[in-house]
């Protein structure tokens, strides 16, 4: 995939999630993609959680406060821990729509920066926390 800001390549893997836009209207849906590529020379298994429940969201308004979560998002990140096992061949990437607005409060008028890291267990049992380079969005009236 072309024209993706990736975040650190770590142990074979690097992470990019973009927005289809910049500005939201309250309550419209904000849905981020999520792009996860296998840059190593093999196939690489990693961990699969439910639904959106292995994606890490950190959005932060322009003050730096922290934004809350829904009760779907608390929900899917006490879920965090039922996973099972998949793989991406060498080269390959997986691609994944994240509902940012159903997980995060996003009532709020104003600017966001969002920064979504996903945690990868390889086979051996080593853990990397892959991060996503931060987009910028602003929630509008």
């Given at each position: 995939?072309?024209?993706?800001e990736w975040g650190e390549t770590m142990g074979g893997w690097r992470l990019a999630?973009?927005?289809?836009?910049a500005t939201f209207v309250v309550e419209q849906p904000v849905v981020a993609t999520v792009v996860l590529q296998n840059t190593s020379a093999r196939e690489q298994g990693f961990e699969v959680a439910a639904a959106d429940a292995d994606t890490i969201l950190d959005c932060r308004r322009t003050d730096g406060a922290a934004v809350a979560a829904t009760a779907l998002g608390r929900g899917l990140d006490a879920r965090r821990a039922d996973r099972s096992r998949a793989s991406v061949a060498a080269g390959q990437t997986l691609v994944r729509e994240v509902s940012v607005s159903q997980r995060l409060d996003l009532t709020l008028p104003g600017t966001y920066t969002l920064t979504i890291a996903r945690e990868i267990?390889?086979?051996n049992g080593d853990r990397t926390l892959l991060t996503s380079r931060s987009v910028h969005f602003e929630v509008t009236l």
């Open positions: 995939m072309t024209g993706l999630a973009t927005l289809d836009r267990a390889a086979a």
